[in-house]
């Protein structure tokens, strides 16, 4: 055996500052933070949703909450930013063709954002 130490690299906490494109993985990674919250918001909801009148109305004063509805709106952001990211990366990953012939990215992006608009509007008037 060797008495030589083996190299290790030194890896400072702040190394994904140093490029934007880390950057912005960081940023879309966090994101997930507050659709944790987002998720036992609307778990507790359920909770209190079976416990009766009373719960559910405490809950509903705290989902009234400032602080919570930032939460909810940074959530949504969040998703959003999920969701471009996954359509923008999608025609890459499953290229559709049709006839032979590839078709554009943007309409496969754009169609799956007019599908996103469609089942919100359905969830809209049927809530």
């Known amino acids: 055996m060797s008495n030589r130490k083996p190299y290790v690299r030194e890896m400072k906490r702040s190394w994904w500052q140093a ?70 990366m999608m025609p890459q990953v499953m290229p559709i063709r049709i006839k032979g012939k590839a078709l554009d990215k943007k309409m496969i992006v754009l169609a799956q954002w007019a599908a996103v608009a469609f089942i919100s509007l359905i969830v809209l008037i049927i809530v």
Do not use: C
């Open 19 to 88: 490029s934007p494109f880390y950057r912005f993985y960081m940023l879309r990674e966090a994101t997930v933070l507050p659709l944790i919250l987002f998720t036992l918001f609307l778990t507790f909801g359920l909770g209190a949703l079976v416990k009766g009148p009373e719960a559910w109305q405490a809950w509903l004063d705290f989902m009234a909450n400032p602080v919570v509805i930032a939460i909810n709106i940074v959530a949504l952001a969040g998703s959003l930013l999920h969701a471009q990211t996954f359509f923008s």
